[in-house]
């Protein structure tokens, strides 16, 4: 708090104010680890290494399909239909031919040509598993980066848990030193205001006050950062709805 120096203490100005207290909002963590653990699954990391599998898995579907011997049918061409005498119209001219079976007038002719093709050597051939293992290693790859990404948030949000948990009991103890530390500068100030303390017990007691709140001022700053980094890395500005302010 604001404190009055004498002059003979520390050749200070008379009526001099100090003050060498600091306010900084300070908000403790009270989200528990096991949810922030449980959204785990929701966060961008695991969320990006979950996709890319995804699209592996599709990728290897197609691959697998574009390998099967599948044949390719071609409709070559096909012919329906009445010959109409010359010069006479459909409504009124008579029936010359029609074309499609000869034998039988309800029957329809349709040519069909079938193409098979199987690939069975090269790079992409049928018997070659080129293609297909690198296809097939990619989802793996793909399945032990998201493996990998999981194991790595859960790591990473246990360990700024606890390091918020530790700097939340060092700012308790540095609120009970900041306290302390201006009790005692009081009590050296009512005695130097009596004579009864030197000037060197004065710089002392100030010097511990400003001590103990720069290092309480630490402290919080430190708190604020890591609760950040933990809802950066949840994906919000928040750790789950509670601010980190």
């Known amino acids: 708090g604001k404190i009055l120096l004498n002059k003979t203490a520390i050749d200070a100005d008379l009526e001099q104010n100090y003050n060498f207290t600091t306010s900084l909002d300070y908000r403790p963590l009270k989200v528990s680890m096991q ?6 699954e929701k966060t961008p990391s695991v969320l990006k290494s979950k996709w890319a ?10 691959t697998l ?25 459909p409504s009124s001219g008579k029936i010359k031919e029609f074309v499609g079976n000869k034998g039988n007038r309800n029957n329809l002719d349709l040519s069909i040509g079938v193409n098979w093709t199987i690939p069975f050597s090269g790079a992409a051939g049928f018997f070659n598993e080129l293609t297909y293992k690198n296809s097939y290693l990619s989802v793996e790859r793909s399945k032990n980066v998201l493996v990998k990404t999981r194991f790595e948030s859960l790591n990473k949000f246990t360990n700024l848990y606890y390091r918020i948990k530790s700097d939340e009991e060092q700012i308790k103890d540095l609120q ?23 000037r060197k017990e004065v710089e002392d007691a100030i010097g511990n006050a ?13 708190h ?14 928040t750790v789950l709805g509670e601010s980190v302010f």
Do not use: M, W
């Open 210 to 222: 400003i001590s103990s709140n720069q290092s309480l001022l630490n402290a919080i700053l430190t």
């Open 176 to 198: 009970e030193r900041v306290k302390n530390s201006s009790l005692l500068l009081d009590e050296i100030l009512r005695k130097s205001n009596q004579g009864a303390v030197d």
């Open 35 to 40: 949810k922030i653990l449980s959204n785990t």
């Open 224 to 237: 604020f950062k890591e609760k950040t980094d933990l809802a950066n890395s949840l994906g919000s500005f």
């Open 65 to 89: 399909k574009e390998l099967l011997p599948l044949p390719k049918i071609v409709i070559s061409g096909f012919k329906i239909g009445h010959v109409y005498n010359e010069g006479t119209t």
């Open 53 to 62: 599998l995804d699209q592996s898995e599709l990728t290897h579907k197609y």
